[in-house]
Structures are given as structure tokens and as C-alpha cells.
């Protein structure tokens, strides 16, 4: 007979799992370690709820064939294959009626798509730099925007991608760097104009408008990291070539946290993610991209960096994530409930 305590499933993609089975380093970059996955397991449990670690989409699908059901799934897998990756588990928790942490298969596939995410937040009246979505090399001639630009695959993370050679000052670079990334990727590159100002990335607690701004952390690159852009090697070896520091509370902080709120709710993200946002040469506040299964590992991935110079604990963050999904499942119930009833 199971205890009373929720039974909250982990799904994720193990990175050494993937290595095992052949994929390479840059493959499996936006993949957890063990650590991250136990951090979770440790803390849900310390939080009164019953950890049990599922594993990847594969795993999760084996699991429900065999007949295993959990009251809610915290969902941070990644997925390897297809645009849509980062919707499988959730598409596959939905078909089961199991609720999850996290946002949902609609907003996991769309803001997978950097182009089709700045669609949807610029027809909401958020900044986003201009930009231009490269599906194949005969796509480049017809780039029409002004120098400095910026190229990266269109539904990568972690800054997958993204090095020294991303920010674009003439059409041979141009040419070259999207050629490269076409050929590299698999999947079309998104080309923006670059924006010279100072860079944030702003962690988001909560659901619709219940969401709130955690924290605005500034990503200041240090002299011995690649200039102007948050690359993957720069991410890879953040302790040595980034410094992270808080924003003050302020006019800028407030022209940040609504715009970011804005996107958050027009994207109808869920529970906790992280926003990029960087400032034009006229200081204004532009969204880049949105994370809705932001990096958790509580000592590495930004989210939790950003918490904890706010003063909110590891435990706080889960607590915190897990009370907005939660309420907001709870509600769902009721709702169902009702509409059974009427």
C-alpha cells in the first residue's frame, strides 16, 4: 500500500546516458548529470513529497506501457530528436492524463523555435531585434538586415552553437557562419540583429498572473571570455569567464520584469523558466529567447544562481515551483469537476 505522500516522477535525459550510447559532447550538451537529478530527488523528498526518477522519454514511455502512474511528473526532459523535442514527455504525460510540472507540449514545441517564439511575442507588442529565419543556403542572398548580426540554430540551447564567430560583420561571415550551422544542426538558423547593450537573463516563478519576476541577473563576460556573446564556451566555463551579478531593483529592473512578464503570458508558459533579454544602443529593453525547462542543477545552471543571490534557497525554488504547479493542477480539477457537474 503507498504511503500519502504525492508520488512525483522526474523525467530528464541523463547526459552520460546518451554518451554511452555514442552521441557526442555537443549532442548531449543540454543534458542533466546525475547530481542535478538527485538534487531534485533530495530536495522533493525533503519537501514531503515521494521522488521516483523516470528517466527519458523512451524510459517514461516504458514505464506507462508497464502501468506505473504518478500524481504529477517534474518534467525537465529535453528530448534528442525532431523540432519538437522538448514536447515529447509532455504530449506522452497528457495522453495519460498525468499532470506535470512545467509548461505544456504547445509552449515546449513553440518556444523550441526561436524564430516562431519572436513571432508570437512581437505580435504581443514586445521589442525583439529584427530578424530572419535561414531554412536553406539560397535563403541567405535575401538577408536584408544591417551589420553587426547575430546567427545560432533556431531550436538549440545551452548556446549550442553559439562561439565567437556568431556575431556577423560582413555578408562573406554571413554566408559562411549559416552554411556552417545548416550543415552542422540539421535545422534552420535564426540571423537578428545583434544588440550592443547589456545582457540579462531573468528568472520567472509562476503561471499566468500569478507569475512573478524571481530575480534579473546580469551576464557580465569577463576579458578572457568571448567577447560580446554568451557562448557555449563561455556557459561551459562560466566560474572562470562570466561573473553574474543581481540588478538593483529600479526603473531598468521594472522595464525588465514587465516586458518578461508580458512574453511569459502571452507564450503561456508555467511554473518557472528563465527569460533572455538584452538592451539596444538606445538602452531599450529587447526580449531574445525564453527557456520554459530552464537548466536546475542547483550549483551550475542559472536559475538557481540567480535564487541564491536572492537569498532563496535551492529548497525555497522547488518549493516555490512546485506550489504553482500544484495550485494550478488542483484548479484544473475543479474545473473539470464543474463542467462534469453542469
Known amino acids: 500500500m503507498r504511503n500519502s505522500k504525492p508520488l512525483v516522477g522526474i523525467t530528464y535525459d541523463l ?4 554518451l554511452a550510447m555514442g552521441y557526442s559532447e555537443d549532442e548531449t550538451a543540454e543534458f542533466d548529470r546525475v547530481d542535478t537529478i538527485e538534487s531534485i530527488a533530495a530536495t ?7 521522488a521516483d526518477p523516470i528517466g527519458n522519454v523512451r524510459q517514461l514511455a516504458q514505464r506507462l506501457v508497464n502501468g506505473d502512474r504518478w500524481d504529477i511528473v517534474f518534467n525537465i526532459c529535453e528530448g534528442m530528436h525532431g523540432l519538437g523535442r522538448e514536447a515529447q514527455a509532455p504530449a506522452l504525460l497528457d495522453a495519460y492524463e498525468i499532470p506535470h510540472v512545467f509548461s505544456d507540449s504547445l509552449v515546449c514545441a513553440l518556444t523550441l523555435h526561436k524564430g516562431m517564439t519572436k513571432d508570437v511575442v512581437r505580435a504581443a507588442g514586445v521589442a525583439t531585434p529584427d530578424y530572419v529565419v535561414v531554412n536553406e543556403p539560397a535563403d541567405i542572398a535575401g538577408i536584408n538586415l544591417p551589420f553587426p548580426l547575430f546567427a545560432k540554430p533556431v531550436a538549440e540551447g545551452t548556446g549550442k552553437g553559439v562561439s565567437r564567430l ?3 560583420e560582413s555578408r562573406s561571415q554571413l554566408d559562411k557562419v549559416c552554411r556552417s550551422l545548416l550543415r552542422t544542426y540539421k535545422q534552420p538558423v535564426l540571423v537578428e540583429r545583434f544588440l550592443p547593450g547589456r545582457e540579462f537573463t531573468v528568472g520567472i516563478i509562476g503561471t499566468g498572473r500569478k507569475a512573478k519576476v524571481l530575480a534579473v541577473l546580469e551576464i557580465i563576460l569577463l576579458p578572457q571570455a568571448d567577447a560580446d556573446v554568451y557562448s557555449y564556451r563561455n556557459k561551459e566555463n562560466c566560474e572562470e569567464l562570466v561573473r553574474y551579478q543581481l540588478l538593483p531593483q529600479g526603473e531598468l529592473w521594472r522595464e ?5 512578464l508580458r512574453s511569459w503570458r502571452a507564450l503561456g508558459c508555467r511554473d518557472a523558466g528563465r527569460m533572455d533579454v538584452r538592451l539596444d544602443d538606445s ?10 525547462l530552464a537548466g536546475i542543477h542547483p550549483e551550475h545552471s542559472d536559475l538557481p544562481i540567480m535564487a541564491s543571490l536572492a537569498k532563496v534557497s535551492y529548497k525555497e525554488l522547488i518549493r516555490r ?7 494550478r493542477v488542483a484548479a484544473a480539477g475543479v474545473r473539470k469537476q464543474e463542467a462534469r457537474a453542469a
Do not use: D
Request: net charge negative; with cysteine.
Open 15 to 18: 547526459r552520460e546516458a546518451w
Open 44 to 50: 522533493l523528498n525533503a519537501l514531503g513529497y515521494e
Open 166 to 168: 556568431s556575431k556577423i
Open 256 to 260: 525588465i520584469e514587465s516586458l518578461c
Open 283 to 292: 538602452g531599450q529593453v529587447n526580449f531574445i529567447e525564453v527557456n520554459p
Open 321 to 327: 515551483i512546485m506550489k504553482s504547479a500544484m495550485s
